[in-house]
């Protein structure tokens, strides 16, 4: 028995909001409040074992619309942040930095907005000057799901490098450091042949 096409998108979508409900109950940090080494998890994925990351739409909080096939081709890296998360404030500058230092060599950074409402998303990117754009919360939900098992649960803030092919060819799962994220970067821009 087929299920019918608007039966369909309502599995998909409660599907994405219980997916968003376990990643948002993952934020973590020490007893102390700040993050620690110990909660963040590196993994670079072997070019044989990539899977191709799905295509998603959204709006960005300059409600503006996104659609990930536009950043075909380069090297995008995608970032999962809420204003509310406390290791997503300690990362906030090395992502920043790290699109700045890239910017120049066509990789792409895109914020995908868990958990918030616009006017608090857009403080928190004023604030740690986050000039890349960010889906919203209320359009996040199909970025969540077109990474599938490649984002766990508990995962903000999470980082996913998607390579110059469409794939994923790493992810950090917990706060990222500069220095970590522009050799992630670097490395799937010397695979696609630019200069990092």
């Known amino acids: 028995m087929r299920t019918p096409p608007g039966r369909r998108r309502a599995v998909v979508r409660t599907a994405a909001i219980a ?53 075909a081709g380069r090297v995008v890296v995608y970032n999962v942040w809420g204003s509310w998360c406390a290791p997503c404030r300690t990362e906030a500058p090395a992502l920043a930095r790290v699109s700045g230092d890239t910017a120049a060599q066509d990789v792409r950074f895109v914020g995908i907005n868990v958990r918030d409402n616009d006017a608090a998303a857009r403080a928190f990117e004023a604030s740690y000057g986050i000039a890349y754009p960010s889906l919203t919360t209320d359009t996040s939900s199909d970025a969540l799901l077109a990474f599938g098992p490649s984002l766990p649960p508990s995962a903000v803030p999470s980082t996913l490098v998607v390579d110059a092919d469409g794939r994923l060819a790493a992810r950090v799962i917990g706060p990222v450091d500069a220095s970590t ?16």
């Open 19 to 71: 997916v968003l409900a376990v990643l948002t109950a993952g934020c973590s940090a020490n007893a102390g409040g700040s993050p620690t080494a110990t909660d963040r998890v590196v993994e670079q994925v072997p070019a044989g074992d990539r899977v191709r990351v799905e295509r998603f739409t959204g709006t960005l909080l300059d409600g503006t619309a996104f659609d990930s096939a536009d950043v």
């Open 181 to 196: 994220l522009r050799a992630l970067v670097d490395d799937a821009l010397a695979e696609a042949g630019a200069a990092p």
